[in-house]
């Protein structure tokens, strides 16, 4: 059974950093294309960052081009997406994805077809 575990989520002010971690476990060599994505109440999924498994091919939504980076260690199954300069509207649930071959984007949440539970981020102004 393949699952994604998020963690590092929390609560900065503005202009403070977090550093979310996606643990991926069971048969994960097919997890070809992984991401985060975020949601804030009342608003729909939004990508966030997305990177192939060669690391190659990163995509970043642009509202957090400069302040967001993602990476992968694909001999720990882990997924990390370090987040610089947070802001208010960063805030929401940000979960974890991953996919098999294909594209590799932030534009369509439902291309993806396993996801985690999510990790709460709040930034205060």
């Known amino acids: 059974l393949r699952q994604l575990v998020e963690s590092g989520g929390g609560s900065v002010q503005a202009g403070g950093s977090l550093r979310l971690s996606c643990a991926a476990s069971g048969y994960t060599s097919t997890l070809y294309c992984m991401g985060w994505f975020r949601q804030a109440p009342g608003k729909q999924r939004e990508g966030v960052a997305t990177i192939y498994r060669s690391g190659d091919n990163i995509d970043y939504a642009d509202s957090v081009k400069g302040r967001f980076t993602i990476s992968r260690d694909n001999a720990m199954n882990t997924l990390i997406l370090q987040m610089n300069n947070l802001r208010p509207e960063d805030t929401g649930m940000y979960y974890c994805?991953?996919?098999?071959?294909?594209?590799?984007?932030?534009?369509?949440?439902?291309?993806?077809?396993?996801w985690g539970q999510g990790a709460q981020v709040i930034v205060s102004s």
């Open positions: 994805a991953a996919r098999g071959a294909g594209t590799c984007s932030t534009d369509n949440p439902d291309r993806f077809g396993l």
